[in-house]
């Protein structure tokens, strides 16, 4: 069996300078996953589907102790779908595979569930904490409204977490060294079955919001920024300590900050 | 003595700024292993200078640099200028064959210079790892330096011949024990703001083309705290610097940031910069006293080189470190080497390298200057000259009709006394500049 670490090699400068390239801590943090949770025996493999430049980032994962590393040779404005596409012939029985959530470059999150549906097997996106057991793991996902859904993890699944949720080791100098060496095996990419015909710019979509109430500019200002409310909000009590957290705990739902 | 093929290398080059890299590339070059140990994600990803290289010592390491070497601008123009508050004098030198091959200075970045360099290296042979901080030197029982610390798990490496070119205030170079005790007055502070103009404006305003490019020093300028300023153009930014003596610049609690706002606002200067965006602040350290400071070059199993060895040259009209850094880079790496191939890399089978760096400019140049840096940091060039010279200037030139033109001499003679300075002291600085200038 394998585990892989999938890791998205992206520029973050508008000049192109590949000096600054790298992977996100979304994705260092799946790399320092896949490692924790390799069983005796079995591989850890990484994956980068982009230009030769990812080769980079790989050889800093095998620093890291890998067993393999894969380069799809995919353009680097491949679509989520056909990264996936790729990914997925590459890594097929893989037991376990880590991504981070988001990519650097503005990232939208699909490539982790597109891929689990090319393998065929289970999710668990955007996770926020991961607790690895002898046999299935405890994960927490974030939902909206501050929710949270805990999950166990016991069979073949694509996971990815955020950057928060775990730290990469830092590479051993005989790793680095023996890195340098190390081959990467090199595929082509594939196309995807679904695929994006048209690409345009981002461009959020705007949407219509009521004015602001109040007659002088300043209320106006001060409606759309909230500003001043917070102090208005504030109180100052005298508490035993349980009583304490119940009422920070209610004035926290009062406004809205807890579902 | 660790067998020399038992070592993870036969020598390892710690610091792949300029010296570094071309130590990596002779000792490379001659066949052996070399493993090149740089803290920065890439090489000179962490360094800073003015902005000038003289890469002619690359003929020999690589031909034909010019053809690859990341340059922004070809310097064409040399300027020294003297300020005083409100005035300023240049001596101005225009070559339009320093435009062609072989060139003689260029603006680069430091970032892609570095980097480039350090390219030639592993294009030699090196092996050159990165985010790696070497924290101190192994030594074996009898005390030769064996090998690094770094900050890396399992992070030992051993080597017969460790080349320190760590830079300036080297602690390598300390912990081995080549230098004495440190003291401030033997170094100055550079500061240095990069400023973004359009290319056609900076083309305009320094009366250049192309890729030509322009090169000003300045003396004065700098608050009353002891240093120097420069001007280099680059493409499209401009690196406008100071140069400050530390302990005068802690004296006068002066801070770095407000001597460079006042330079930028000099009648002479503002003009040239007018418009521009800063993009960059920056500060590094310079071994300024050269060779009054210099350490001892080598020890058993290693030697040091570049700003480690205090060989960069800060000389009033020159500030030279990287090419005394390549081509102490280069004697160190090619001594070491083979001293490997002897299997003497004891302090005695290293000091070809120290013999190398007297026979070249990089040592005989610094002897032969060593009195300038006192000199032109002294309190009366920096404080009373300027104002002296440039007040001479300006009485020479100045048309006071229907007042007949005053002679020179008495004009030198009047500026001098207002400026507070002997004769005996003027004539004592003429010989020690002519001699030192030599
Ligand atoms: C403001 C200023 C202006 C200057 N202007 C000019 C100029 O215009 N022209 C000129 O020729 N010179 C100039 N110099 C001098 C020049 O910058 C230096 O002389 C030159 O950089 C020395 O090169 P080096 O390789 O010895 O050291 P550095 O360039 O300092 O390189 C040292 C390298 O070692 C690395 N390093 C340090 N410690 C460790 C460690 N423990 N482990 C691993 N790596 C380490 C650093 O990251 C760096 O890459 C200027 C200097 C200053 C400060």
Redesign the pocket.
């Known amino acids: 069996m394998t585990v892989v670490a999938c890791l998205k090699w992206v520029i973050p400068r508008v000049d192109d300078d590949d000096r600054f390239a790298g992977i996100s801590a979304a994705d260092q943090s799946a790399l320092e996953f896949a490692l924790l949770s390799a069983r005796p025996g079995e591989d850890v493999v990484a994956v980068s589907a982009g230009p030769l430049g990812a080769e980079r980032a790989l050889r800093d994962a095998v620093a890291c102790g890998l067993s393999r590393a894969i380069r799809i040779d995919l353009d680097p404005r491949a679509s989520s779908s056909a990264v996936a596409s790729s990914i997925a012939s590459a890594v097929a029985g893989a037991r376990l595979v880590w991504c981070g959530d988001y990519s650097l470059d503005r990232g939208t999150g699909s490539m982790p569930g597109f891929l689990a549906a090319r393998l065929g097997i289970g999710q668990a996106l955007g996770l926020i904490d991961v607790t690895i057991g002898d046999d299935s793991m405890s994960v927490v996902r974030r939902l909206d409204g501050a929710r949270r859904e805990i999950m166990r993890v016991t069979g073949p699944a694509v996971l990815s977490v955020e950057g928060s949720t775990a730290r990469l080791r830092r590479a051993s100098l005989r790793g680095v060294l023996a890195a340098d060496n190390a081959i990467i095996d090199v595929i082509a990419g594939m196309s995807s079955p679904i695929d994006a015909v048209d690409e345009k710019p981002y461009r959020p979509r705007a949407r219509a919001l009521a004015a602001p109430s109040g007659t002088s500019a300043l209320d106006r200002v001060r409606s759309l920024t909230d500003a001043g409310t917070a102090t208005q909000r504030s109180e100052t009590v005298v508490l035993d300590p349980p009583e304490a957290a119940a009422r920070i705990v209610g004035a926290l739902r009062d406004w809205g900050y807890l579902g | 003595m660790n067998r020399p093929d038992a070592n993870d290398a036969d020598v390892i080059v ?8 071309c130590a990596a590339i002779a000792a490379a070059r001659a066949g052996r292993r070399v493993i090149l ?4 994600p890439f ?12 890469p002619r010592i690359l003929d020999e390491l690589v031909p034909r640099w010019w053809e690859t070497a990341p340059v922004q601008r070809w310097v064409v123009r040399r300027s020294t200028m003297i300020l005083s508050e409100t005035g300023a004098l240049s001596v101005d030198y225009r070559s339009n064959a320093w435009g062609q091959p072989p060139y003689n200075g260029a603006t680069a970045y ?1 970032p892609d210079f ?1 980097e480039w360099l350090s390219r030639q290296a592993v294009a030699a042979g090196a092996q050159l790892v990165t985010s ?4 101190g030197l192994l030594r074996d029982a009898s005390g030769r330096v064996v090998g690094v610390r ?1 900050d890396r798990p399992d992070g030992d490496l051993t080597a017969s011949v460790v080349i320190a ?4 205030n ?3 170079a300390k912990e081995a024990g080549l230098y004495s005790a440190t003291d401030p007055s033997n170094f ?5 703001e990069t400023l973004a103009l359009p290319k056609h404006v900076i083309d305009e305003r320094f009366g250049v083309r192309d890729d030509q490019g322009v ?1 000003i020093e300045i003396l004065g300028g700098t608050s009353g705290v002891n240093g120097g300023g ?1 001007v ?1 153009t680059n493409l499209d930014t401009i ?1 406008l ?1 100071v ?1 400050l003596k530390l302990p005068k610049l802690a004296a006068q609690k002066k801070r770095p940031e407000e001597i460079i706002a006042t330079l930028k606002a000099h009648p002479a200067i503002a003009p040239l910069i007018e418009g521009a965006e800063v993009k960059e602040y ?6 300024e006293a050269g060779y009054s400071m210099m350490p001892t070059m080598v020890t058993d199993g290693m030697v040091v ?5 205090a ?2 040259l ?1 000389a009033g009209i020159w ?8 081509a ?2 280069m004697c160190a790496g090619e001594a070491a080497a083979a001293a490997v191939a002897r299997n003497d890399v004891s302090a005695k089978g290293l000091a070809p390298y120290t013999d190398k760096l007297n026979a070249t400019f990089v040592l005989r140049d610094h002897k032969k200057l060593r009195k300038v840096p006192g000199l032109v940091l002294s309190d009366r060039v920096q404080q009373r000259y300027p104002a002296f010279v440039t007040s001479v200037v300006e009485r020479v030139f100045r048309v006071d009709n229907p007042q007949p033109k005053p002679g020179l001499r008495r004009i030198v003679r009047q500026e001098r006394k207002r400026a507070g300075i002997k004769l005996s002291e003027l004539i004592r600085d003429g010989w020690t500049g002519l001699r030192g200038f030599g």
């Open positions: 710690v610091g792949a700024g300029p010296a570094g890299s140990i740089e803290r920065g090489p000179g990803s962490k360094n800073m200078y003015g902005g000038v290289v003289y430091r570095d790696t901080t070497v924290t770094t070119c760590d830079g300036v080297s602690f390598l100055t502070l550079g500061v240095k090169d420069f280099y690196a610097g140069v920056s500060a590094h350290v310079i071994p080189a570049g700003d480690a060895a060989l960069c800060a500030l030279e470190g990287v090419n005394f850094a390549m102490s880079g």
